[in-house]
DNA sequence: AGGAAAAATTGATCTAGGTCATAAAAAAAT
DNA sequence: ATTTTTTTATGACCTAGATCAATTTTTCCT
């Protein structure tokens, strides 16, 4: 069953199934050793490492964007502010990059907001060395255009989601994008309240609780409080797929 | 009204108001400005123009991605093929890229497919050539970030509308789009059925026709036919921000 | 022009899922 | 330990918008 998901990593896109479209798969640390040693330092130099508690406000949608911020540790999620709910645009766990999208000319605000589900740590890097990198080493620029658009696929896997599957498939597709992507193991301690959930999946915290007990009563997740277990992976899959 | 959009392009963003997101603003031809003669003598050598009559398929998702495509002339739609129904990503003008995010290593098939609205002329370039270019030349691959951090910025936005609006919002910001964005006039023929906006606006054609009807019920827009003329512009853009 | 096919329109249902109210359980605060 | 607050759970209701069916208009074809 995991298998798929190690051999090829886009397969959900070209079968045109969108699951699994929570968060990313690559880890964008890597970017990183496209610098060279010189580079390494200005970027070692100009960072610092802030940490934030559970809950708290890493960034916010239309501030200054003076920073790309790279997750050391913990849990995020990256939002749109909407008036009367946010949008959640994807969630991220350690040893990924947040705010790539700010970094272009003619807007230097963060086009989202970024919060935190579990105490977590972030390095935060000039957003005038990243660009002086860009700028100066076409291998990193390169790297970085591949995250990006690795970025723009899950995405695009992610609003289809939302927007075309119903309730049942799109909570099927976030667990089984938590187990897989975030917590890597079929059961898993979640530290989202059903609330929480419901602004993932895009829907009311009463319909998160129903398609639960629908899920629980046809064996298909085990629930004791916040943890989870996946218990069927093939039915849970169809069910993401047929929406 | 229109040096709102003149002198803040991403104003959209900071407001939080997410209108006008069917389509880019920037004009993408400007990232090969930063090519040298040699470079540019390099990409013409490897690019070959096509043309394509109305509703023919550019590119398939899925598919071997052999080329980047540059729409000289047209109107296309850039989806997502879905089994009940696809999902418009954005619809993209004349003197704009297409098929940028299938720019990346582990991946080289399409992510979207592409047809045409109107008879379209395409310059196809090389994508092994275009990956050179941007591992040699470095501003080459900023510009080229820039853009790809727009379409992300136009995507947002387009998806919170699709999301959270309900139809009068989104009939709202599609018109808004199409008048500002595509066609940069209150009146315009629109080359679109129904049916097309209603994949457009991801509703159904029945409710494009009864929203089309209010809408000119209320001495909003002036409809003939595919003639559509925008008549109030503050009251359009209240109804899109409310959704 | 005349007939066929496609597109636009309108009205009548039907339903997925949101909202509201209320209760039970769990967590936090005193 | 007991009160207060937050979270989870369940049922009743209600509405936005889809679907279906039937009609008119437009477009296309020979």
Redesign the pocket.
């Known amino acids: 069953m995991f298998c798929i998901f190690a051999l090829n990593i886009y397969a959900y896109m070209n079968t045109n199934n969108y699951i699994n479209t929570c968060a990313n798969f690559i880890q964008e640390s890597s970017c990183f050793d496209q610098l060279t040693d010189e580079e390494k330092l200005l970027v070692d130099k100009n960072q610092l490492t802030v940490e934030y508690k559970k809950g708290e406000t890493i960034c916010k949608q239309g501030s200054f964007a003076s920073h790309i911020m790279f997750l050391e540790e913990g849990l995020v999620k990256v939002y749109l502010e909407g008036k009367?709910k946010n949008l959640i645009l994807t969630i991220t766990p350690s040893s990924h990059l947040v705010g790539l999208p700010s970094v272009y000319d003619g807007n230097n605000t963060f086009l989202y907001s970024v919060s935190t589900y579990i105490d977590s740590k972030v390095n935060l890097i000039d957003v005038n060395i990243f660009k002086q990198l860009l700028r100066q080493n076409a291998n990193f620029a390169t790297k970085i255009i591949n995250i990006l658009n690795e970025n723009t696929a899950q995405a695009y896997g992610r609003f289809f989601c939302l927007i075309q599957?119903?309730?049942?498939g799109r909570m099927a597709d976030i667990l089984l994008c938590l187990s897989q992507r975030i917590f890597k193991s079929n059961e898993f301690n979640l530290p989202l309240?059903?609330?929480d959930i419901g602004e993932l999946t895009?829907?009311?915290?009463?319909?998160v609780?129903?398609i639960?007990?629908d899920f629980k009563d046809d064996g298909l997740i085990r629930?004791s409080?916040?943890n989870i277990e996946i218990l069927n992976f093939e039915k849970m899959m169809k069910i993401s797929e047929v929406g």
């Not at 599957?165 to 049942?168: A, I, M, S």
């Not at 895009?202 to 319909?207: I, L, N, R």
Request: glycine letters at 4%; hydrophobic letters at 25%; zero cysteines.
């Open positions: 009367p599957k119903q309730l049942h309240s059903r609330n895009s829907m009311s915290t009463e319909s609780i129903r639960m007990k629930v409080g916040k």
